[in-house]
C-alpha cells in the first residue's frame, strides 16, 4: 500500500470512528463555506443597494410629481397622453354654475378658472428723436416746478450750463427710419421711411405782450425742420431737446386672459400677489368708460397734488400710477366717436416688458446742397424689452441723437404724462384660439411628434387709416406682411361698444413660470407660455437651437406671456357674454388631500370622478410631467412667387399625463432585473463550487462505500454539509425581508435558497456510485506531441475536457451577464421615458444602478476564477515538472496565457451570443451595446485570469 493510499486510509478511519458532525464538516470544506459567504455578501449587498436605490426612485418621483394643481378640468377630452400647453385657448365649455359645483365638493381646496379673452391690436406710441439742444435755466420756462422740491426738481443755482448737439447755423441732414423684427429665424424690415430738412440750435426770444413780456423758444433762422409723412409729426424745440417725429411703428397684438384674481393668487401662492389690486376692481355695473373717464378727467379741474401724480390717485382703494394713459386714451377715444355711453372699461394687470423682437432704427446723415452725404452722424436705436408696457405708456419711445444727454429730470418728475401716448386699442377675437396639431411617430422613448396645422395667411404691418388729428394716412410708406396663422377664431356673443383699457398694476411671466417649477409645469394659462425651440430646417437637417419670437400679429406658434389679465366681468365686456355663459376655458383644482403625489393620489382620482359625473372632462395631472415634443412646422413662408415653405421641426415642452407611474413602473422593473442579474452571478458561483466540491468528496465517497456505508447514507452525509449552508442562507434572507419589508427581497431570498438546494441535490446525486474509467490516454496515436507552450497548453485542455469545458461555460456566461448588464444601465435613460420627470428619476438611480452591475461583474469574475482553480495543484505539479526540465519562466508563463486564451476562445461566441440574447429580452435598443461588452468581457477576462490563477 502506498504511503497516499495509507493516508487516505486512516482518514477514512477517522470518519467512520470519531466522524465529525456536519457542521464542523462545513467549515472544514472551504468551498461550501466560501460559497455559502459568497452568496449571503452578494444577497445582502444587491438587495441592500437594490432598496436604496428604490428609496431614491420613490422619494425623487414623489418630491417632482405633485404640482400647483392635481386635476385640470375642460368641456372638450385631451387628445393623447401629451397635453398642450396652452389651455387658455378660448373655446370655453365651462359655465360659472359648474364651477362653483366644483368648488362646492368637499375635496376640493382652490378651483382656478381661467379663459382667453381677446386679441388686442394697438399702435405703439408715436416715436421721436431727442437731439439735446439744453437751453440752460430760464424762470420763465422752467415755471415753478423748479421751487418743488418735493418733486425731486434740481435747484435753479444748480442747473448746468446750456449744451447742444446741432450747430449754430442749420445744417440739412437726412433721417432714414425703419424698423425690423424677427421671428429667431430670419429678419424682416417692416418699413422704411426718408425725410430732409435742416435743423438748428434753437434759442430764447423774448416778447413784449401786455402787461410785461414773455420768453419763448424760437429756431434758428432758416430752419425748415423735418416732417416725416402722415400720421407723423413734424419736428419742435423744447427746453431740453429738439424732438423730430418719426413714423409709426408696427402694430403689436397682445393677448389678454381672464382669471379669478382670488383663486388664482390661492393657486400661486405669493407668486401670485400681482393680482391683489385686480381684486379690488369695481363690480361690472360700476365700470362704464365715460363716468370713469369723466372722473379722472376731473381731478385736473380739482387740482392734484405732486404725490397723487408720482403714485397716481386713490381710485377704490388702489393707487392707479397708469391713469394719464387711461385719461389720455378716453379722450383719444371719445374724439374718434370710439366710446359710446355703453362702453366699459376693463381691469388690466399688464405684463412688464416682452419678447417681441423689434428694433426701430435712425440712420443720421448730414448732406450737402446736392444731397450728398457729407458726415455720417450715426444711428439711433431702440429695442422693444423689459420697458415696454401694453396698453400704457410708463415711458416715450424716444431714442436719443448720437452724443445727447437727457437733462429733463432737472424740473424733476412729471409723473406719467409723457409724450406719444397709445392710441385705443382695438379689440377682437380674430385668430386668438390655440394652435391645432396632429399627431406624428413615437420615438423609442415615448416621445411624441406633432405637425401643426397651418390656417390662413393674415396681413399685418398696416398704418391706420387716418392720423390722429384726422388727415389721411398714405399707405405707401408700409409694405404690408403675410404671416401664416396657426390659430383659429373665437365665437363672441353679442356686439358690444368698444371697451377701455384700465391699468392696475404690472406682472411679471417669469415669476409665475418659477412657481410652477420646471419639472411637473402644468399649463397656467396664457401667461406663462412655453417657448419653442427651432432644432431642424424644413429639409429635416439639424440647425443650431434658436429660441422662435412671437410675431406682430401673435398668430403663429410661438406665442408671448399675455398682453394683460382682466377678470371674468371683463371678459363679459369684451367678448359680449352675460350671465352664466360657459366661457371657462379650463379650471385648475387643487385637492385637499396633503402629501405627496402617492400619497394623495386616491383622493385626487375620487374627486376627479366627481367631476367627470357633472359631464365634464378631468384629467388628473398630479403625477404628470413637461416632455419637449417635436413639432414638424409646414406652410410656414412664402416667396415673392407665393412659394410656399416649412420652418422645419421645433421643440417646445407639453405635459406627459401619468408621467410618474410610467417613470416609477419603467426604473423599479429595471431596478428588479439588475439584481437578478448581479444574484444570477451568485448562483452560478454557487454551480461552479459545487463542481469543485464533488471532485474533491468523490475519492472519500468511494472510500466509505468500501467501508460499508449505503448509498443513501453517503448522501445524507453530503446533504448535512450542505443544509448547514442552507441554514445559514435562510436565517440571512430572512433578517434582509424583515429588514426591507419587501416582496423583492423575499422573492430574492428564496430564490438563492432554492439554487442552493439544488446544487445540493446535485452533488448528491454525482457522488453515487460509478465505474470509472480512466481516461488519461496511454498509447493513443493522437497523443499531441510537445514542441511549444501553445502545443502543451492544447493537450492539457483536451485531455481535461470536462474541466475545460466548465471553465469556458463559466466565462462565457461572465461575457453575456456584463453584457446584459451594460445594456440595462445604457438603457436607463430609454426606460425612464422622455419627460423631465424621467432625467431626474434616472439621476437617481443612476449610482446604485451602477453599483449592482458592478456587482455582478465581481461575482461572475469571481465564478471563473473559482472554476478556474479547479486544477491549480494539478498546474503547479506540471509546471513543476515543465521547470525541471528546463522550461524557462518565459515559457512557462505563456502556457498559462495560452491555455487561457484557447479557454476564451471557445467562451468567445457564447458570451457575445449571450450578450446579445440578453440584451435584445431586456433591452433591444442597447442589444449591439451588449454584444460589444460581451466581447471586452472575454478577452479582459484573459490576463485578469493568468495574472491571478497563477
Known amino acids: 500500500m502506498s504511503a497516499a493510499r495509507g493516508l487516505r486510509c486512516a482518514h477514512a478511519i477517522q470518519l467512520s470512528g470519531s466522524p465529525m458532525n456536519a457542521v464542523q464538516r462545513f467549515i472544514r470544506s472551504k468551498v461550501l463555506l466560501l460559497t455559502a459567504a459568497i452568496l449571503i455578501a452578494a444577497m445582502c449587498l444587491s438587495v441592500l443597494v437594490q432598496g436604496q436605490s428604490q428609496a431614491a426612485l420613490n422619494r425623487t418621483v414623489d418630491e417632482n410629481s405633485r404640482g400647483l394643481y392635481d386635476v385640470l378640468v375642460q368641456a372638450k377630452a385631451g387628445s393623447g397622453a401629451l397635453m398642450q400647453p396652452e389651455i387658455a385657448n378660448g373655446s370655453g365649455g365651462v359655465s360659472f354654475d359648474q364651477l362653483e359645483a366644483i368648488r362646492g365638493l368637499s375635496e376640493t381646496s382652490v378651483a382656478a378658472p381661467i ?74 424690415t417692416l418699413f422704411k421711411s426718408t425725410a430732409e430738412g435742416s435743423l438748428g440750435k434753437a434759442k430764447l426770444v423774448e416778447e413784449k405782450a401786455a402787461g410785461g413780456s414773455s420768453i419763448r423758444i424760437a429756431p434758428p433762422a432758416g430752419e425748415t425742420g423735418i ?82 401724480l408720482n403714485q397716481g390717485p386713490d381710485f377704490l382703494g388702489v393707487k392707479l400710477k397708469y391713469w394719464a394713459p387711461l385719461m389720455t386714451q378716453y379722450q383719444q377715444a371719445k374724439r374718434d366717436g370710439q366710446l359710446t355711453a355703453d362702453s366699459q372699461a376693463i381691469p388690466l394687470i399688464v405684463r412688464s416688458g416682452t419678447s417681441l423682437d423689434l428694433k426701430y432704427n435712425v440712420k443720421i446723415e448730414e448732406i450737402d446742397a446736392a444731397g450728398k452725404v457729407v458726415k455720417e452722424v450715426g444711428t439711433a436705436s431702440r429695442s422693444l424689452g423689459k420697458d415696454y408696457l401694453p396698453f400704457v405708456s410708463k415711458d416715450p419711445f424716444a431714442l436719443s441723437w448720437p452724443g445727447s444727454t437727457d437733462h ?55 398704418l391706420p387709416e387716418k392720423a390722429a388729428n384726422g388727415a389721411p394716412v398714405d399707405q405707401t410708406q408700409r409694405e404690408p ?8 377664431d373665437l365665437a363672441t356673443g353679442e356686439k358690444l361698444a368698444a371697451p377701455l383699457a384700465m391699468v392696475y398694476g404690472t406682472f411679471d411671466p417669469n415669476a409665475v413660470e418659477q412657481a410652477a417649477g420646471d419639472v411637473n409645469r402644468l399649463p ?17 437637417k439639424a440647425v443650431t437651437a434658436t429660441e422662435l419670437k412671437p410675431s406682430l400679429s401673435a398668430t403663429g406658434l410661438a406665442s408671448q406671456s399675455a398682453g394683460a389679465i382682466t377678470d371674468f366681468y371683463g371678459l363679459a365686456a369684451a367678448r359680449g357674454y352675460k350671465d352664466n355663459a360657459s366661457v371657462i376655458d379650463a379650471v385648475r383644482v387643487r385637492a385637499k388631500a396633503p402629501g405627496s403625489w402617492k400619497q394623495a393620489q386616491p383622493e385626487v382620482e375620487k374627486l376627479a370622478a366627481e367631476i367627470r359625473d357633472m359631464g365634464l372632462e378631468a384629467t388628473v395631472v398630479a ?7 417635436n413639432i414638424f412646422v409646414p406652410g410656414y413662408s412664402k416667396d415673392d412667387a407665393g412659394k410656399e415653405s416649412a420652418l422645419g421641426t421645433v421643440q417646445q415642452s407639453w405635459v406627459r399625463q401619468n408621467a410618474a407611474d410610467a417613470v416609477s413602473g419603467s426604473l423599479t422593473g429595471t431596478n428588479i432585473t439588475l439584481l437578478f442579474l448581479t444574484l444570477c452571478g451568485a448562483a452560478l458561483l454557487t454551480g461552479a463550487s459545487t463542481v469543485s466540491y464533488i471532485r474533491k468528496r468523490k475519492r472519500e465517497a468511494g472510500t466509505l462505500r468500501a467501508m460499508g456505508w449505503t448509498q443513501r447514507r453517503v448522501r445524507s452525509w453530503v446533504l448535512e454539509e450542505f443544509a448547514v449552508g442552507a441554514a445559514l442562507l435562510a436565517v440571512a434572507g430572512t433578517v434582509l425581508s424583515l429588514l426591507s419589508w419587501s ?28 465505474d470509472e474509467v480512466d481516461q488519461e490516454p496511454q498509447h493513443d496515436e493522437r497523443l499531441i506531441p510537445v514542441d511549444s507552450p501553445l502545443t502543451f497548453a492544447n493537450r492539457q485542455l483536451s485531455t481535461n475536457k470536462f474541466n475545460t469545458l466548465s471553465l469556458a461555460v463559466a466565462v462565457g456566461v461572465f461575457g453575456a451577464a456584463v453584457g446584459g448588464l451594460i445594456a440595462l444601465l445604457i438603457d436607463i435613460p430609454r426606460a425612464a421615458g422622455a419627460s423631465a ?64 486564451a484557447l479557454v476564451g476562445t471557445v467562451a468567445l461566441p457564447l458570451g457575445v451570443l449571450g450578450a446579445l440574447g440578453i440584451g435584445l429580452l431586456l433591452a433591444p435598443y442597447a442589444a449591439l451595446w451588449a454584444g460589444v461588452a460581451g466581447l471586452v468581457a472575454v478577452l479582459c477576462w484573459i490576463p485578469i485570469a493568468t495574472k491571478v490563477v497563477q
Open 524 to 540: 397656467l394659462g396664457g401667461y406663462d407660455p412655453t417657448p419653442l425651440t427651432l432644432t431642424k430646417d424644413g429639409d429635416g
Open 227 to 308: 416732417k416725416f409723412p402722415a400720421p407723423a409729426g413734424g419736428s419742435e424745440h423744447n427746453l431740453f431737446n429738439l424732438s423730430v417725429s418719426l413714423p409709426l411703428s408696427p402694430e403689436v397684438t397682445e393677448s389678454v386672459v381672464a382669471v379669478d384674481p382670488v383663486s388664482e393668487r390661492a393657486l400661486l401662492g405669493s407668486a401670485g400677489d400681482f393680482l391683489a389690486p385686480l381684486e379690488k376692481a369695481p363690480p361690472a355695473d360700476a365700470r362704464n368708460a365715460g363716468a370713469i373717464g369723466r372722473h379722472f378727467e376731473s381731478l385736473f379741474t380739482n387740482g392734484i397734488s405732486m404725490e397723487e
Open 408 to 462: 429733463s429730470d432737472l424740473l424733476g418728475s412729471a409723473g406719467n404724462f409723457n409724450q406719444g401716448l397709445y392710441t385705443p386699442a382695438t379689440w377682437s377675437t380674430d385668430f386668438a384660439a390655440a394652435p391645432k396639431y396632429t399627431d406624428g411617430s413615437t420615438a423609442g422613448n415615448g416621445a411624441v411628434e406633432k405637425n401643426a396645422v397651418p390656417g390662413d395667411w393674415v396681413t399685418v404691418n398696416r
Open 481 to 488: 406682411v403675410d404671416e401664416r396663422s396657426y390659430r383659429e
Open 743 to 770: 416582496l423583492t427581497t423575499v422573492i430574492v431570498s428564496v430564490s438563492v435558497l432554492v439554487l442552493y438546494a439544488a446544487a445540493a441535490f446535485f452533488a448528491a446525486q454525482q457522488l453515487r456510485h460509478r
Open 837 to 900: 420627470l424621467s432625467g431626474l428619476a434616472a439621476a437617481s438611480v443612476a449610482l446604485p444602478s451602477i453599483v449592482l452591475a458592478l456587482s455582478g461583474v465581481i461575482v461572475g469574475l469571481v465564478l471563473t476564477l473559482v472554476t478556474g482553480r479547479f486544477e491549480l495543484n494539478a498546474k503547479r505539479e506540471y509546471l513543476g515538472i515543465l521547470e525541471a526540465m528546463g522550461w524557462n519562466p518565459d515559457m512557462l508563463r505563456q502556457v498559462r496565457i495560452f491555455e487561457n
Open 115 to 188: 379663459s382667453l379673452v381677446s386679441r388686442v391690436t394697438q399702435n405703439l406710441e408715436a416715436p421721436r428723436l431727442d437731439a439735446m439742444d439744453y437751453l440752460g435755466y430760464n424762470s420763465g420756462l422752467a415755471g415753478t416746478a423748479t421751487t418743488d422740491q418735493a418733486a425731486g426738481a434740481t435747484d435753479p443755482s444748480k442747473w448746468p450750463a446750456a449744451e447742444s448737439v446741432l450747430s449754430d447755423s442749420p445744417k440739412t441732414y437726412r433721417l432714414t427710419a425703419s424698423a425690423v423684427s424677427s421671428d429667431g429665424v430670419s429678419e424682416q
Open 623 to 629: 403625477g404628470s410631467a413637461r416632455e419637449d415634443a
